[in-house]
T-cell receptor, first 113, second 111 residues
Framework: DVKVTQSSRYLVKRTGEKVFLECVQDMDHENMFWYRQDPGLGLRLIYFSYDVKMKEKGDIPEGYSVSREKKERFSLILESASTNQTSMYLC????????????FGPGTRLTVT | KQEVTQIPAALSVPEGENLVLNCSFTDSAIYNLQWFRQDPGKGLTSLLLIQSSQREQTSGRLNASLDKSSGRSTLYIAASQPGDSATYLCAVMDSSYKLIFGSGTRLLVRP
């Protein structure tokens, strides 16, 4: 079974802090994705990566950056957390961009106070 | 710009009923369509994926259909059970390999 794990289920941070959200997949998938999910807005793509050290902006990249130093690990970085970044963050991975399913991690609920 | 709509937003049915969830999308240039299940406070579980060249996929009591030309997909759940209660999300993969999600249908199956 594909397993996508996220470093924390719940996280509380203060405004201005630097926040790291880690995602690890164990199926040698090429592609990894970060989404945020908000009530009434659904899931929105923040960043994605098709290969190590490669990244592309999604629909809402402002305020975020990412790092992919190893194939299995994709990190989302909030350089200076703000209250409007309080959300559920979901990581996903897939084998190829177009033909295969995206598998999701359990999510990290981040609260910025 | 691709938009995905799911109707109804919420559905409550008695146990044992067969039910249909609807998903529509505005741009037929898609690679695939995926149905997910999400339990409260949890991540997404993939249920079915239909490639753009396919018409339907089945898994157990679930059957998903795709009519790309009309921009529609349905998820059919047979003999519903209380354990089916969850939010069901549909997503299409657009021409730039991005998944575009609908806002979901919240299903409650009453015992």
């Amino acid at each position: 079974d594909v397993k996508v794990t996220q470093s924390s289920r719940y996280l509380v941070k203060r405004t201005g802090e630097k926040v790291f959200l880690e995602c690890v997949q164990d199926m040698d998938h090429e592609n990894m994705f970060w989404y945020r999910q908000d009530p009434g807005l659904g899931l929105r793509l923040i960043y994605f990566s098709y290969d190590v050290k490669m990244k592309e902006k999604g629909d809402i990249p402002e305020g975020y950056s990412v790092s992919r130093e190893k194939k299995e690990r994709f990190s989302l970085i909030l350089e200076s957390a703000s209250t409007n970044q309080t959300s559920m963050y979901l990581c996903a991975s897939s084998f190829t961009p177009d033909s295969y399913e995206q598998y999701f991690g359990p999510g990290t609920r981040l609260t910025v106070t | 710009k691709q938009e995905v709509t799911q109707i109804p937003a919420a559905l409550s049915v008695p146990e044992g009923e067969n039910l249909v969830l609807n998903c529509s999308f505005t741009d037929s240039a898609i690679y695939n369509l995926q149905w997910f299940r999400q339990d409260p406070g949890k991540g997404l579980t993939s249920l079915l994926l239909i490639q753009s060249s396919q018409r339907e996929q089945t898994s157990g009591r679930l059957n998903a259909s795709l009519d790309k030309s009309s921009g529609r997909s349905t998820l059919y759940i047979a003999a519903s059970q209380p354990g089916d209660s969850a939010t069901y999300l549909c997503a299409v993969m657009d021409s730039s390999y991005k998944l575009i999600f609908g806002s979901g249908t919240r299903l409650l199956v009453r015992p």
